[in-house]
């Protein structure tokens, strides 16, 4: 432990005793965001060192409201392969999660591989690279361009002139939804390209990454009630019981910015809906656009994702899921998963071999003018 004095920062999106405090370079830390926040909060010792099972399995059910046959799961299967003996316990160093290929795997979707299949340990560090990439993720790519749609035929007529800006306000609002958050379609894409940078997963650590996109998803996602009786246009119901949060100029994210380059010893307040910043009015993110589809509604919001994987800390206006996660819930997730993900493999692998093929016939013709 260094001697420098450790400033508690941000109110806490759960337990107001629990402030964001930044790790020295002493505490034991893992690749796994979701228990380095845990840390950095409090909720597990500070250190990251000597964790038993009871700590981590109480934390996983307050915090993040993960049932307890799932917490104990994974605490018992985490502390069994990388924890170490203590007297006549198991305990976990934090840092022990990053033994590599027992847990850890590669095409991690923020931490880079290990240096070689051999290697026993893999970094615990974030790549701002592949971070900046997964918030890339989706931008642009949803959005549909207002020119291209309306007809000027009707250019002369007040009510379709009224109708053509409705429909322009609509896409706007669409945008700024997709483009400041992530399906989970567009994190199984992300998943996939990052895979393709990647050695071979093996089917245990395969399921185990579809599992950590199964978890931010489910502890981070927001969503509005649909169907009948659904939210009113001012109000919305989102998946965690965070409050509307806004994406207006002030809070948008930059992506020519580290996200973890911020001083994280200093806390910007949460930003209110419908105020406006640099004449910018807000767009709250707690309701979709009408446009989007029943899986659309519910996403994850990019500054969660820049705050609790690139910052490693509870992201504010974060609160804890209003249902439990249980195994049941991942279980589902993983199906989900495991179809949205299966036609991107066979288009990279067809892309590949198309590539191959252009290859070999390139050779083939060089051969030829050779011959």
């Known amino acids: 432990m260094s001697g420098r004095t450790r400033r508690p920062t941000m109110p806490p999106s759960v337990d107001d005793t629990h402030c964001y405090v930044a790790p020295d370079t002493s505490d034991s830390r893992s690749p796994c965001p979701a228990l380095n926040a845990l840390a950095n909060h409090g909720y597990l010792p500070h250190d990251g060192r000597s964790i038993t099972t009871s700590q981590l399995i109480s934390a996983l059910r307050n915090v993040y409201h993960i049932s307890l046959p799932l917490a104990t799961g994974l605490t018992l299967g985490g502390v069994a392969l990388c924890g170490r003996w203590s007297g006549i316990r198991r305990v976990l160093d934090l840092h022990g999660l990053a033994r590599h290929n027992t847990i850890e795997h590669d095409g991690s979707l923020v931490h880079d591989d290990a240096l070689s299949p051999d290697a026993l340990y893999a970094p615990a560090e974030v790549d701002d690279t592949l971070l900046h990439q997964l918030l890339s993720a989706g931008s642009h790519s949803n959005a549909t361009d207002s020119a291209s749609s309306h007809s000027s035929s009707d250019a002369d007529s007040e009510s379709s002139q009224y109708s053509d800006e409705r429909e322009d306000r609509e896409r706007a ?56 009786g659904g939210a009113s246009a001012n109000t919305s119901t989102v998946a965690n019981s965070c409050p509307t949060l806004g994406l207006g100029h002030s809070d948008e994210l930059r992506l020519d910015e580290s996200p973890r380059s911020k001083n994280k010893n200093t806390s910007a307040p949460a930003s209110v809906p419908g105020e406006q910043s640099d004449g910018v009015a807000e767009v709250p993110i707690g309701r979709p656009p009408a446009a989007l589809d029943r899986r659309d509604a519910v996403v994850v919001p990019k500054r969660f994702v820049a705050q609790w994987m690139g910052e490693e800390r509870l992201p504010e206006g974060w609160q804890r899921p209003h249902s439990v996660i249980g195994v049941s819930v991942i279980h589902a997730l993983l199906k989900e998963i495991g179809k949205l993900e299966a036609p991107m493999l066979e288009q990279q692998k067809a892309t590949a071999a198309e590539k191959v093929d252009a290859v070999v016939e390139a050779n083939g013709d060089v051969a030829v003018v050779h011959g």
């Open 173 to 228: 609002r669409e945008r700024a939804w997709r483009e400041g958050s992530l399906t989970l379609e567009q994190l199984c894409r992300a998943q996939i390209a990052r895979w393709r940078r990647a050695r071979p997963l093996d089917g245990f650590h395969t399921t185990l990454a579809k599992g950590e996109v199964a978890l931010l998803f489910s502890v981070l996602g927001v969503r509005e009630d649909v169907g009948a």
